[in-house]
């Protein structure tokens, strides 16, 4: 995560980390939790030189029907607002359905990663998906690599 970060901010892009996250909205940990341990990534980046430009996260429950768990956009869009980003020059690079999703109703390209739980969702799920994703990678970073300069076999 580190190198991959460290290469996006290098070639002067933003990164920003938008996540769902129930657990808090299901009560099995709280908002500060999650605001610890997104403070401990940014510290660790930040160690190394680099860091995110933003952390987003939403602690609904699925089923609550807000504007920001993706697959809705509301995190990208907050993002926007707040960091100008032009989401049609964005990609969101993500291992699941409901991140590309999020990311093609804000307007950017998609980046499918195998890692997490990507191998698994291209092998059973991917053939029933209504859009394929713009770039499927092995990894977030050589996906970020191949946004950058192409796919190198």
Not at 24 to 47: D, N
Not at 126 to 139: K, S, Y
């Amino acid at each position: 995560a580190v190198d991959t970060v460290r290469l996006i901010r290098d070639e002067g892009y933003l990164a920003v980390l938008v996540t769902n996250q129930s657990g808090v909205g299901r009560g099995f940990y709280p908002a500060e939790f999650v605001e610890e341990i997104h403070g401990g990534f940014q510290a660790t980046l930040e160690k190394a030189g680099t860091g995110l430009d933003g952390i987003y996260y939403c602690p609904h429950k699925p089923g609550d029907r807000c504007a920001c768990r993706k697959p809705e956009p509301g995190m990208l869009l907050q993002a926007q607002g707040e960091l100008d980003i032009d989401l049609s020059q964005s990609w969101m690079v993500g291992d699941s359905i409901t991140d590309m999703q999020a990311g093609w109703t804000a307007g950017t390209r998609s980046a499918f990663v195998k890692t997490g739980f990507g191998r698994g969702s291209l092998e059973y799920e991917a053939a029933r998906w209504e859009r394929q994703p713009d770039l499927v990678g092995e990894n977030v970073y050589r996906a970020v690599c191949d946004i950058f300069w192409g796919s190198v076999e």
